[in-house]
């Protein structure tokens, strides 16, 4: 069965702190994994798309890295600012599928204190 | 950028009655789509539409349908609410329903049934 695990469910860190969040997936054959950030009672905003071939990607302090033969990804935030302060979730899209076949996960709900 | 719009983002039905949610992008985006968010299980897909007048029912389609009259006017309909469709409920737009297209949301309608 396709699934995407997010962990942790929650986290709590201090502002200007550095955090890593996690994504494991058993989604196959793989196409596409993305990351975005949704603010409380928002729609979610893309921040990342990486295909199979890239292993990094970048968006100003958030970086995500994708491992396709462990089938996990990560999102690392540098320098947590408040507005950081938000949930997080791993999409993953199968090969071949479209945008109808998506995958998500429950998300990461990320609360940065001052 | 990118605008997708929510008609109402926050509504309160009662059972038994029809509730429209409207959705209007104004990207000339060929896919649309309607997800509902939960708390614990993550976004999951309704219906989707890749061409006017074109629908395709996702992972949850009962208990809902779907109108797409105009290319960027997406509308879900709830034709008799229950209260077990109190939900976040999240429209989106793409240009491409390629593997690796993407995803635009609007800010969501939340969706109480008494």
């Known amino acids: 069965k396709n699934q995407v695990e997010q962990s942790p469910q929650s986290l709590i860190i201090l502002e200007g702190k550095n955090c890593t969040l996690q994504?494991?997936?058993?989604?196959?054959?793989?196409?596409?994994l993305r990351w975005y950030k949704q603010d409380t009672g928002r729609g979610p905003v893309s921040l990342t798309i990486m295909t199979f071939s890239e292993n990094t990607k970048s968006n100003g302090r958030y970086t995500a890295t994708l491992d396709a033969d462990t089938k996990q990804s990560s999102l690392h935030i540098t320098a947590s600012q408040l507005s950081d302060s938000a949930s997080y979730i791993c999409v993953v899209g199968g090969y071949g599928g479209s945008q109808g076949n998506l995958i998500f996960g429950k998300g990461t709900k990320l609360s940065v204190k001052p | 950028d990118v605008k997708v719009t929510q008609s109402s983002r926050y509504l309160v039905k009662r059972t038994g009655e029809k509730v429209f949610l409207e959705c209007v992008q104004d990207?000339?985006?060929?896919?649309m789509f309607w997800y509902r968010q939960d708390p614990g299980l993550g976004l999951r897909l309704i219906y989707f539409?890749?061409?006017?007048?074109?629908?395709e029912k996702g992972d949850i389609p009962e208990g809902y349908s779907v109108s797409r009259e105009k290319k960027e006017r997406f509308s879900l309909i709830l034709e008799s609410a229950s209260t077990n469709q109190t939900s976040m409920y999240l429209c989106?737009?793409?240009?491409?329903?390629?593997?690796?297209?993407?995803?635009?949301f609007g800010e969501g309608s939340r969706l109480t049934v008494l």
């Open positions: 994504c494991n997936y058993t989604v196959s054959p793989f196409s596409n």
């Open positions: 989106a737009s793409s240009f491409s329903l390629a593997d690796t297209g993407e995803l635009f």
């Open positions: 539409s890749y061409d006017v007048k074109m629908k």
């Open positions: 990207m000339d985006h060929e896919n």
